[in-house]
């Protein structure tokens, strides 16, 4: 399992870096991932692809031949997993952190939170965020320069979902503002109060 993030270069293309996920956060994304949703075409359009135009945090993860992409969003972390041949998956995590976002924090939220204990969503979403601007930070995380089969990977598994991102373009580009905000109303209705990975 490995972070995915694409760095600016001046003139040129972006170019493709990847790190190895630690052992703890990729047992917590395994978990998670098990309580994956299909997520159809028309889901994803209606919704959360509308987050890629707003300022939302978010990483890429590379497992075997699937993507997942992590997003931070009430009620804590939107994951979604893009699979080679375009089937899509979703869930929506609960942060531990009881307030976050501002909501009111329930008794179980107050319960389980440790605030000593790793908050493997932060890490997932922002190892990556952090590295991708931050050379310095990329080397001491070990990022390395993809290999032409991690990226052929990767494209693979998202060829699907930019395709859905030129239908968008081309059936919303003159009211993007309005669909970006039905978008973010649709997230909202789909995500509820989340589901609580220990």
């Given at each position: 399992m490995r972070y995915v993030i694409l760095v600016e270069q001046k003139r040129q293309a972006p170019a493709m870096f990847t790190?190895?996920?630690?052992?703890?956060?990729?047992?917590?994304?395994?978990?998670?991932?098990?309580?994956?949703?299909?997520?159809?075409?028309?889901?994803?359009?209606?919704?959360?692809?509308?987050?890629?135009?707003?300022?939302?945090?978010y990483s890429y993860i590379l497992d075997g031949d699937d993507v997942y992409w992590c997003v931070e969003w009430?009620?804590?972390?939107?994951?979604?997993?893009?699979?080679?041949?375009?089937?899509?998956?979703?869930?929506?995590?609960?942060?531990?952190?009881?307030?976050?976002?501002?909501?009111?924090?329930?008794?179980?939220?107050?319960?389980?939170?440790d605030p000593d204990a790793p908050n493997h969503q932060v890490n997932l979403i922002f190892e990556p965020w952090t590295a991708q601007s931050d050379e310095d930070d990329r080397n001491a995380k070990g990022f390395a320069r993809a290999d032409a089969k991690t990226e052929a990977t990767f494209e693979a598994a998202l060829s699907r979902v930019n395709e859905i991102?030129?239908?968008?373009?081309?059936?919303?580009?003159?009211?993007?503002?309005?669909?970006?905000?039905?978008?973010?109303?649709?997230?909202?209705?789909m995500v509820g109060d989340g589901v609580r990975i220990d």
């Open positions: 790190a190895p996920v630690d052992q703890d956060d990729a047992d917590y994304l395994r978990r998670a991932a098990e309580t994956l949703k299909p997520l159809s075409a028309e889901e994803y359009m209606k919704g959360p692809a509308a987050i890629l135009h707003m300022l939302a945090r009430l009620p804590g972390m939107i994951m979604i997993r893009f699979s080679r041949g375009g089937q899509m998956a979703w869930t929506a995590l609960r942060s531990p952190v009881p307030d976050f976002g501002g909501r009111t924090a329930d008794k179980a939220d107050r319960d389980a939170y991102g030129e239908q968008i373009e081309t059936q919303h580009g003159d009211d993007l503002e309005a669909w970006v905000y039905r978008g973010e109303e649709e997230v909202a209705k």
